[in-house]
């Protein structure tokens, strides 16, 4: 592909595939649009001047790149069948959802099977980093097809890491959400002992979140759990989901993630009250002092 600006697709409108959509069509790149609900991509194609089509094949029939953006592993290998059937040789794919490792290689080999290029490109910084354009991608593919992705990644992210071949991307999100999973609970944890012993929480997370306990969840998060309010960034369920994929590779590769088990029965608690559509800070609902008394 030697043209400079690739006719380019976007599959999947959801909280982060909107936001990094609007990046491309901004940059003049973004061609066409699909999403499962119709509705949602006409409006962004009205919103952005761009194309909305209703079939997968559709888009294929019109894009030399396509990104993917869903929620589940069974709706990637789905998309891909029919981009694998419609997209051109020399064309490429690049999966910017959070699937399982197996799944981008399965996905990966189906489309190399028809000559097109993939890119399993998971992506890290919720919502606000897909407004922002500040995502952490974590790039699995050969160098010449991560290559010819940059252009588009680089208008959704701020950092792209080529981390291997095929599956090492969705391998390092799934490090990336183990890792999100212990400071959730450790940051709720610690927030709830500080309020139990009546300090002045709004100051301590100043503190803690300047000093060597500081990390971006209780920088953003931490006041706000306080106040028992849970803006959306991450869902529970798609975490939930995600922590699900880990335990499964972690079984396979005889690792122990106890405390990624323990998260994981949280927020099946969660859900199971109806927090699963809400932000992962909520895990704060069942550790707080007053949770008890709900």
């Known amino acids: 592909m030697t043209d400079p600006s690739p006719r380019t697709g976007f599959i999947g409108l959801g909280a982060m595939g909107a936001p ?18 119709a509705a949602r991509a006409e409006a962004f194609a009205a919103e952005h001047a761009v194309e909305a089509v209703n079939r997968v094949d559709a888009l294929a029939a019109i894009c030399d790149i ?23 040789p020399g064309s490429l ?13 399965a996905v990966g080999q189906r489309l190399a099977a028809a000559g097109i ?18 995502l952490t991608i974590m790039a699995g593919g050969s160098e010449s097809d991560l290559q ?14 080529h981390m291997g071949p095929v599956g090492a991307g969705q391998a390092t999100k799934a490090v990336n959400q183990v890792l999100c999973a212990g400071i959730n609970r450790a940051v ?55 922590l699900a994929i880990c335990s499964a590779m972690a079984q396979a590769s005889g690792a122990s993630l106890p405390l990624t088990e323990q998260t994981r029965a949280d927020y099946a608690r ?25």
């Open 148 to 161: 010819r992705a940059r252009p588009t990644l680089a208008l959704m992210g701020a950092a792209i890491h």
């Open 93 to 105: 794919v690049i999966d910017c959802s959070t699937v399982a490792r197996e799944t981008a290689c």
């Open 117 to 134: 290029g993939f890119v399993d490109a998971p992506v890290s910084g919720g919502t606000e980093g897909a407004r922002q354009g500040s």
């Open 270 to 294: 969660l859900m199971a009250q109806g927090h699963g559509d809400e932000d992962i800070s909520a895990l704060y609902r069942l550790i707080r002092p007053a949770a008890g008394e709900d």
């Open 188 to 242: 709720t944890e610690a927030l709830a002992f500080g309020e139990s012993l009546d300090l002045p929480m709004a100051t301590v997370v100043d503190v803690v979140g300047s000093g060597a306990g500081g990390n971006w969840f209780i920088n953003h998060r931490g006041k706000t759990m306080l106040q028992q309010h849970y803006p959306l960034g991450f869902k529970v369920a798609l975490h939930a989901k995600d």
């Open 20 to 37: 990094m959509a609007t990046h491309i069509a901004r940059a003049g790149r973004l061609r066409a649009v699909y999403n499962r609900s």
């Open 66 to 88: 396509v990104v993917v953006c869903v929620s589940a592993d069974d709706d990637v290998r789905m998309v891909c069948e029919q981009l694998a059937a419609g997209l051109q």
